[in-house]
């Protein structure tokens, strides 16, 4: 079925509707235990496609089931997909606007309120999850910067249009990665999160369910896929400042996992050392993110790289710098001596609302990391 003359120019394919003891007349039609004048109805369709942002994505999905009888909505095969080429997607927008590419094999609602939903339109499940999913994200800061805030961000979804209260959502072996070329820059710095896992308790914006049970998210993951996070979210998504928090560890890993950002952002490079283990605690709104993160490590070691490009990454300015920077500035182990205590990284960042949650997350991350190693901040702002 195609639906002409629409911008998202939607097409749906094998769409197959079955209504259960369907009876049409106004007792009906006032009956709380019927969904549309019928006691259950059952839709499911083949794959469809439709146009997002128009005409810059693709949305598809392979597969749908609505079951109003079982409280079931699982969509499969999700992906949104740009229509043109990373350059081309960029002069057409004419900014520095995130390019994504998105995958979910599966995205399952159970016990969902079909009578909630069809009266009031709001959602209301026992469990919202999303299985594999991929989310792929490449931007340019040689473009102009975007005018608009992001809309991946929690302030966001304080205007859904409609009430939303999920008991558990769960999201499994979630895999993210986000190549970002600097001001100024032209190699992209990669930043990875991989088999993460997460599992949210009362996911709402309900004002009164949100100030009895605020949101819960225990996560796990990898960050660069060699560094083990774990971690407790805490966040209300009625909070006006989009107020959230993380309390969480990270490591063991090399410091060399951070090369793949530092170097061609900051054009410095972690040749020595390894994480024991890092705690933080970090409170984030609108304004930006503040808190503390303690690292334990040793044996830390840097060189500092010619911005020029070439097979040589060294030259003798920049020697003589390394030597500089590991005698004089960076804390080459933390704590310096066994008897001492550990060096606080503090965590003070401000926050562009251009940009997405992910962005500050990660930024709040290794801002703390590089002021717990004595980096000075000139070079910290590069790196982030």
């Not at 840097?302 to 004089?328: C, E, H, M, W, Y």
Request: with cysteine; hydrophobic share 40%; glycine share 8%.
């Amino acid at each position: 079925m195609r639906l002409p003359g629409l911008s998202v120019a939607p097409v749906v394919r094998a769409i197959e509707v079955k209504g259960n003891d369907l009876w049409v007349d106004s007792l009906s039609a006032l009956d709380t235990k019927r969904i549309f004048y019928a006691r259950a109805w059952r839709v499911s369709t083949g794959p469809a496609t439709g146009l997002i942002d128009a005409p810059y994505y693709r949305a598809r999905y392979e597969k749908l089931v609505l079951d109003t009888s079982t409280g079931l909505a699982q969509a499969d095969g999700l992906t949104l997909t740009p229509t043109m080429s990373t350059p081309e997607f960029a002069l057409r927008k004419a900014q520095s606007v995130p390019r994504m590419v998105v995958q979910i094999p599966q995205l399952r609602l159970a016990g969902l309120d079909y009578g909630l939903l069809a009266r009031e339109g709001n959602l209301v499940a026992g469990l919202l999850e999303l299985r594999n999913p991929r989310f792929q994200v490449t931007s340019n800061a040689n473009y102009p910067q975007p005018a608009r805030p992001s809309s991946v961000t929690p302030e966001q979804l304080q205007k859904l249009p409609f009430r939303l209260n999920v008991a558990l959502a769960r999201i499994v072996n979630f895999n993210f990665r986000s190549a970002e070329i600097v001001k100024g820059g032209s190699v992209p710095g990669i930043f990875t999160l991989t088999r993460f896992n997460a599992s949210i308790t009362h996911l709402t914006n309900v004002p009164a369910v949100a100030a009895a049970h605020p949101s819960i998210g225990r996560v796990s993951g990898w960050l660069q896929d060699k560094c083990l996070v774990e971690g407790v979210f805490r966040f209300n998504l009625r909070d006006p400042q989009g107020g959230h928090s993380f309390t969480g560890s990270f490591g063991p890993a090399p410091f060399a996992i951070l090369n793949s950002v530092s170097e061609p952002a900051a054009f410095i490079r972690f040749d020595k050392g390894r994480v024991e283990r890092i705690l933080c605690k970090v409170q984030f709104t609108k304004q930006g993110a503040n808190g503390t993160l303690w690292a334990r490590y040793s044996d830390l070691k840097v060189s500092l790289l010619k911005k020029k490009p070439g097979p040589d990454k060294k030259n003798l300015l920049t020697r003589a710098g390394s030597l500089l920077t590991n005698t004089f500035i960076v804390r080459d182990n933390n704590p310096r001596k066994p008897s001492q205590r550990l060096e606080p990284g503090p965590v003070q960042i401000d926050r562009d609302l251009r940009y997405s949650v992910f962005r500050v997350w990660r930024v709040a991350v290794v801002d703390g990391m590089l002021s717990s190693f004595g980096v000075p901040e000139v070079i910290a702002d590069k790196v982030e």
